[in-house]
């Protein structure tokens, strides 16, 4: 059984940060692509970051230069640090393993 579980959303102003948290088990984790979505009220889920069992790293041009995607495999952990926040960002975000599993997600909302 795979299960993955976000951590570290919440409500934040804009202009600030949070870091988000993924958090995988019941997986060979190091062999496997992970990811970030997002999906906003009435909106389609939408890619935010990637990155490859090789470390390679992606990321939508929405977020590119506020957001840092990174991976710890001796944790089966990946992150996403989010900075200089702003409403658009209001989403919940899903952690995806190799875009087949994915977790509950975590609500981050920011307000002014």
């Known amino acids: 059984q795979v299960q993955l579980v976000e951590s570290g959303g919440g409500l934040v102003q804009a202009g600030g940060s949070l870091r988000l948290s993924c958090t995988a088990s019941?997986?060979?984790?190091?062999?496997?692509?992970m990811g970030w979505y997002r999906q906003a009220p009435g909106k389609e889920r939408e890619f935010v970051a990637g990155?490859?069992?090789?470390?390679?790293?992606n990321y939508a041009d929405a977020v590119k230069g506020r957001f840092t995607a990174s991976r710890d495999n001796a944790k089966n952990t990946v992150y996403l640090q989010m900075t200089s926040l702003n409403a658009d960002d209001s989403a919940v975000y899903y952690c995806t393993l190799g875009n087949r599993s994915w977790g509950q997600g975590t609500q981050v909302t920011v307000s002014s």
């Open positions: 990155i490859s069992a090789g470390g390679r790293i």
């Open positions: 019941g997986t060979t984790f190091r062999f496997s692509a």
